[in-house]
C-alpha cells in the first residue's frame, strides 16, 4: 500500500526550464517530508527537506511548496541543467518515528 | 570518511540459495535500515533498526532476515533465494541528533539476481 503518491513517473525538460514533481500522501501523521536525488549507479541522497508547519523552503534553484490541509508537496528546479538528469524521490516520515516512506519515484532529463 | 558501504556490490544466485548481504556504517548512527528498489516501485522498506540487538519488518519483509548484533553493522539475509528477490538493495542510516538530524544516508548499492 503506497502511502505517498509520486508524479510524473518521468519529465523531460529544456535546458533552463522549470521541473515540476509533485507528491500526495494519505496518512496524515507525518511530520517530515525530504526529497531525495540519486544518479544511476548511485544511492540516494538528501536535496531538501521541509516540515508541515512551513509553506515553503527555497535552497538555490530548488524548492519545496508543501499544502498541508490537500495533502500535496511539490519540488520546483528553477533553470533545470543537464547535470539536474536523475531520479527524484519524495518521502515522508512517520510522526515521532525514523521510518520513512518514499514515493515511486521521477525520472528526469534535461535537455541541453 | 566512508559512510554506509555495502558488500558485495554484485550477486548473481540460483533460485533456493542463501546469501547475505553487509551493511557498515562509521557515522555512529543509531538507526539503520534496508530497502529495495525496484522499476516503478520506488523505495520499499523491508527492514530497520533502532538500535544495537532490535529489528523490526517493515513493508516488505518476508523472505528476509537480519540482524543488527553490532551498532556500525546490519546484515540481510535470505535464506532461499527466489526470482522476486531480484532487485537493487540499498543500507541506509539516520542520525538522530545534532546536525543533519533527519537525513538518511544511504549506500551505493547491491545489486541481486536471482535466476
Known amino acids: 500500500q503506497q502511502q505517498v503518491k509520486q508524479s510524473p513517473q518521468s519529465l523531460i525538460v529544456q535546458k533552463g526550464g522549470i521541473s515540476i514533481i509533485n507528491c500526495a500522501y494519505e496518512?496524515?501523521?507525518?511530520?517530515?517530508f525530504p526529497w531525495y536525488q540519486q544518479f544511476p549507479g548511485k544511492g540516494p541522497a538528501l536535496l531538501i527537506a521541509i516540515r508541515p508547519d512551513v509553506s515553503e523552503k527555497k535552497e538555490g534553484r530548488f524548492t519545496i511548496s508543501f499544502n498541508k490541509s490537500a495533502k500535496q508537496f511539490s519540488l520546483h528546479i528553477m533553470d533545470s541543467q543537464p547535470g539536474d538528469s536523475a531520479t527524484y524521490f519524495c518521502?515522508?516520515?512517520?510522526?515521532?518515528?525514523?521510518?520513512?516512506?518514499f514515493g515511486t519515484g521521477t525520472r528526469l532529463k534535461v535537455l541541453a | 570518511n566512508a559512510g554506509v558501504t555495502q558488500t558485495p556490490k554484485f550477486r548473481v544466485l540460483k533460485t533456493g540459495q542463501s546469501m547475505t548481504l553487509l551493511c557498515a556504517q562509521d557515522?555512529?548512527?543509531?538507526?539503520m535500515y534496508w530497502y529495495r528498489q525496484d522499476p516503478g516501485m520506488g523505495l520499499r522498506l523491508i527492514h530497520y533498526s533502532v538500535g544495537e540487538g532490535t529489528t523490526a519488518k517493515g513493508e516488505v519483509p518476508d523472505g528476509y532476515n537480519v540482524s543488527r548484533l553490532k551498532k556500525q553493522n546490519f546484515l540481510l539475509g535470505l535464506e532461499s533465494a527466489a526470482p522476486s528477490q531480484t532487485s537493487v538493495y540499498f543500507c541506509?542510516?539516520?542520525?538522530?541528533?545534532?546536525?543533519?538530524?533527519?537525513?538518511?544516508?544511504f549506500g551505493e548499492g547491491s545489486r541481486l539476481t536471482v535466476l
Open positions: 541506509a542510516s539516520v542520525n538522530r541528533v545534532g546536525r543533519n538530524t533527519g537525513e538518511l544516508f
Open positions: 496518512n496524515t501523521a507525518f511530520d517530515y
Open positions: 518521502a515522508a516520515r512517520a510522526s515521532g518515528t525514523y521510518k520513512y516512506i
Open positions: 557515522m555512529n548512527h543509531e538507526y
